[in-house]
């Protein structure tokens, strides 16, 4: 079998670069906007900080999909012969989907606060007293979705971590065993 470390490069920075992104954001880049003295650039501020990351962030998580699906389709055989793999790769691609949609989600809230525009915030995701429904609305949302994503995109690095021992050589033969074994008695 070829090779594969440029795509599992490609995986791996990408989930980093998306988990890292968005724990950064959620403990720096939110949490430092409630040193600019002015409270109604807060939001503005936040919101600009994670515009420009933006791009990259899309650009790390194609590059975590592409690498992901490449590693998948060529390790396919072992994914479906190797006890313990298919569950692994389920439970990657359930969780993955949950990281894209928070991460969606987490841009259309990004929209909506940028649209909201100048309002007072105690951070980039903490409303004031005084800080409009409608914003307070936004960003007790943001505030929850800004923790989902390193959550969710941490579970998929521990998971990846699994498939890297489940790739040893030890266990390739002890899972390809124990589906062999499984088959046989259940027919």
Do not use: C
């Not at 954001?25 to 900080?49: H, I, Q």
């Not at 975590?64 to 072992?78: C, D, I, P, S």
């Not at 793999?85 to 987490?106: E, I």
Request: charged share 15%; aromatic share 4%.
């Amino acid at each position: 079998m070829a090779r594969s470390t440029i795509v599992r490069t490609m995986h791996d920075v990408g989930l980093a670069a998306w988990f890292g992104g968005s724990l950064m954001g959620a403990v720096g880049l939110n949490g430092a906007a409630g040193v600019v003295s002015d409270a109604d650039e807060r939001l503005p501020v936040a919101t600009a900080g994670w515009a420009r990351w933006a791009p990259l962030q899309a650009a790390a998580i194609g590059s975590h999909l592409l690498g992901g699906a490449v590693v998948l389709y060529r390790n396919r055989g072992r994914a479906a012969h190797q006890e313990g793999v298919r569950a692994n790769t389920t439970a990657k691609l359930v969780v993955t989907g949950a990281a894209l949609a928070a991460t969606a989600w987490s841009g259309a809230l990004g929209a909506k606060a940028a649209a909201v525009g100048r309002v007072p915030a105690r951070t980039g995701v903490k409303p004031l007293p005084e800080t409009p429904a409608e914003a307070r609305t936004v960003l007790g949302q943001l505030r929850t979705v800004q923790w989902m994503l390193p959550a969710l995109t941490g579970v998929l690095l521990a998971l990846t971590a699994q498939q890297g021992e489940q790739q040893k050589a030890s266990e390739v033969s002890r899972g390809l065993a124990r589906t062999a074994a499984d088959r046989v008695l259940h027919r």
